[in-house]
Nanobody
Framework: QVRLVESGGGLVQAGGSLRLSCAAS????????MGWFRQAPGKERDLVAS????????WYTASVKGRFTISRDNAKNTVYLQMNSLLPEDTAVYHC?????????????????WGQGTQVTVSS
């Protein structure tokens, strides 16, 4: 059974940084692409970053490009999201997701498992 557990959220001032982590278990982590999506109250889910099984390929939505970095450590079964220059509009619950394939996708519909999420709040 796939399990994804996020951590690292919190309250930060605009311009600050946070690093989210997602620990995966249940199957061979290094076989599968991973990603992060976020959902703010009253808004749709928005995939913000994804990474291929090896980490060689990454994708970012336009609003976070240059500010967020996704990475993974296959030895630790963990994916990370480093978030810099945070803005109030980045406030949301952030969830990690895992795909049933090793290649990344920019569509949230292509991901099969997700965690409970971690709250990120950016104050102005």
């Amino acid at each position: 059974q796939v399990r994804l557990v996020e951590s690292g959220g919190g309250l930060v001032q605009a311009g600050g940084s946070l690093r989210l982590s997602c620990a995966a278990s249940g199957r061979t982590f290094s076989n599968y692409a991973m990603g992060w999506f976020r959902q703010a109250p009253g808004k749709e889910r928005d995939l913000v970053a994804s990474i291929s099984w090896s980490g060689a390929n990454t994708w970012y939505t336009a609003s976070v490009k240059g500010r967020f970095t996704i990475s993974r450590d296959n030895a630790k079964n963990t994916v990370y999201l480093q978030m810099n220059s945070l803005l109030p509009e980045d406030t949301a619950v952030y969830h990690c997701v895992q795909r049933n394939w090793g290649t990344l996708s920019s569509s949230l519909n292509d991901y099969n498992y997700w965690g409970q999420g971690t709250q990120v709040t950016v104050s102005s």
